[in-house]
């Protein structure tokens, strides 16, 4: 599957943001769909997932209360509401997939996903 991350930008702390990840090339309900991010000089973080149906959600303690991870399997696509965001969320967001079936725990492990998209970069300003 193919995936195209948008929605990023220069916000303020305290707004608010939607990111969208648009799946192609495979049958998006067969994946489960994960958001990583990367600030500079750091490893890529598990910021949030949700399983192929949207039947179990993962978020990242640093996110939890405001963060909100859906997908439209109709549309092929997810999305990751940030709302009050902060400085400290400043990094390049991915969105990921990986297989229905691939064995791996919930909520996985970022190498479990296989399929990433280009990243898209959100800047919050203190």
């Known amino acids: 599957v193919q995936l195209q991350a948008s929605g990023g930008g220069l916000v303020q702390a305290g707004d608010s943001l939607r990111l969208s990840c648009a799946a192609s090339g495979r049958t998006f309900s067969s994946y489960d769909m994960g958001w990583f991010r990367q600030a500079p000089g750091q490893e890529r973080e598990f910021v949030s997932a949700i399983s192929w149906s949207g039947g179990r959600i993962y978020y990242a303690d640093s996110v939890k209360g405001r963060f909100t991870i859906s997908r439209d399997n109709a549309k092929n696509t997810g999305y990751l509401q940030m709302n009050s965001l902060k400085s400290e969320d400043t990094a390049v967001y991915y969105c990921?997939?990986?297989?229905?079936?691939?064995?791996?725990?919930?909520?996985?492990?970022?190498?479990?996903?296989?399929?990433w998209g280009q990243g898209t970069l959100v800047t919050v300003s203190s």
């Open positions: 990921a997939a990986r297989p229905l079936l691939s064995g791996s725990k919930w909520p996985g492990v970022l190498a479990d996903f296989g399929s």
